[in-house]
């Protein structure tokens, strides 16, 4: 069993009860078990101007190798109807492959940990719930450290658990 760490967001549609979903579609996959999923927050878009999003992260066990996690990222993703035309645009559902145990890779499909997590507010702080001692491979620094570094004042606490 290995452990990942999975980031959530969406800014189409209902994206509560998207999210809720694609959480138990990634628990009821075989080969994964879910254990932990932080709260759900309200954020400001990181990029373009676009409508707020909804993100959270959850903490999977899994019998995978990282490329089948993110195939399995990447369905889910389209069972929910994602649409992709450009970098940045509004969609449904986003599910990146944050975390997975303490492994660097770097392939040109699959950047583990996630290239831009460290300047994200809206991944750390709902990571930061749930894996706070979980060490970044790459800085060597914990979540709960990288946390205090990134501005959080557009992250609001949207359903708390
Ligand atoms: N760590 C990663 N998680 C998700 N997707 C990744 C990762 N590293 C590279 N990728 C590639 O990015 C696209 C998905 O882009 P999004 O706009 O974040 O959905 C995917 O095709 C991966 O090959
Ligand atoms: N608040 C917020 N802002 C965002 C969010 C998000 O989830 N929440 N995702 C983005 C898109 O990231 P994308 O997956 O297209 O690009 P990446 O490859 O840099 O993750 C861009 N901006």
């Not at 628990?27 to 959270?56: E, F, H």
């Not at 069972?79 to 660097?104: A, C, H, K, M, S």
């Not at 991944?123 to 706070?132: C, D, K, N, R, S």
Request: proline share 7%; with cysteine.
């Amino acid at each position: 069993m290995k452990s990942s760490a999975i980031a959530l967001g969406s800014n189409i549609g209902d994206s509560l009860a998207i999210l809720e979903a694609a959480i138990e579609a990634l628990a009821q996959t075989p080969g994964v078990v879910l254990q932990a999923k932080s709260s759900w927050y309200r954020t400001k878009a990181v990029g373009p101007p676009q409508p707020d999003y909804i993100n959270g992260t959850a903490i999977l066990q899994i019998e995978m190798v990282p490329e089948q996690l993110l195939e399995t990222l990447l369905n889910i993703e389209n069972q929910f109807g994602r649409v992709r035309r450009e970098r940045w645009e509004p969609r449904t559902l986003d599910l990146d492959l944050l975390l997975y145990d303490n492994l660097i890779l770097e392939t040109p499909k699959l950047q583990v940990p996630h290239p831009r997590m460290q300047q994200r507010a809206f991944v750390l702080v709902p990571l930061a719930e749930i894996a706070p001692d979980w060490v970044e491979p790459i800085s060597g620094r914990r979540i709960k450290e990288l946390v205090k570094d990134v501005d959080c004042t557009e992250v609001q606490l949207l359903v708390g658990y």
